[in-house]
C-alpha cells in the first residue's frame, strides 16, 4: 500500500495546505508538534550536444544539481531545526530530500539536454 498510494486516493488533501497538529506516543515517548507536506518536481532544460564539445552544451544535469543545492540551502535556512528540538527527542525534523531523477535518455557521448527530479519532505515544528 505504501504512502504512494494514500495521496493517489486523495487522503492527504486535505493537509497539504497544512499545517498539521498532531498529538502521538510514537516510538517511547509522547510527542506533539505542527507538519506540513511538501511535494516538488524541478525540471532543468539544457542543450543536448555532443560530449566532444562541451562548451556547445549546456548539461542540465549540473543545471539541476545548482538550482537544488540553491533551493535545498535555502530551504534549511528558512525551516532551521527549532531550539527546542533536542528537548522533544524529534530525530527527524523539518526536510526537503529528492526521491526520483529522470533524464532524457541519449547515447553516453551526449550532453543531456533535459533532467527532472521529484522529491517529499516535512516542515516540522515541536508544539
Known amino acids: ?18 499545517p498539521v497538529y498532531w498529538v502521538d506516543s510514537a ?9 506540513g507536506m511538501l511535494s516538488w518536481e524541478l525540471t532543468a532544460n539544457g ?10 552544451g549546456i548539461n542540465s544535469i549540473e543545471m539541476l544539481v545548482e538550482g537544488l543545492n540553491l533551493i535545498q ?3 534549511y535556512e528558512d ?22 531523477i529522470e533524464c532524457a535518455t541519449g547515447s553516453l557521448n551526449q550532453i543531456c539536454g533535459g533532467t527532472s527530479t521529484d522529491g ?4 516540522a515544528e515541536p508544539g
Not at 542543450?47 to 556547445?56: A, D, E, V, W, Y
Not at 517529499?120 to 516542515?123: D, F, K, L
Open 79 to 100: 525551516f532551521a531545526p527549532h531550539p527546542s528540538e533536542n528537548g522533544y527527542g524529534f530525530s527527524v525534523g523539518s526536510n526537503m530530500k529528492p526521491t526520483q
Open 27 to 35: 516510538d517511547s515517548q509522547p510527542c506533539c508538534g505542527t507538519a
Open 47 to 56: 542543450r543536448l550536444f555532443h560530449s566532444g564539445f562541451p562548451q556547445k
Open 120 to 123: 517529499a519532505g516535512i516542515t
Open 73 to 75: 540551502r535555502r530551504f
Open 1 to 18: 500500500m505504501g504512502v504512494d498510494m494514500v495521496v493517489k486516493n486523495g487522503k492527504l488533501d486535505e493537509v497539504k495546505g497544512g
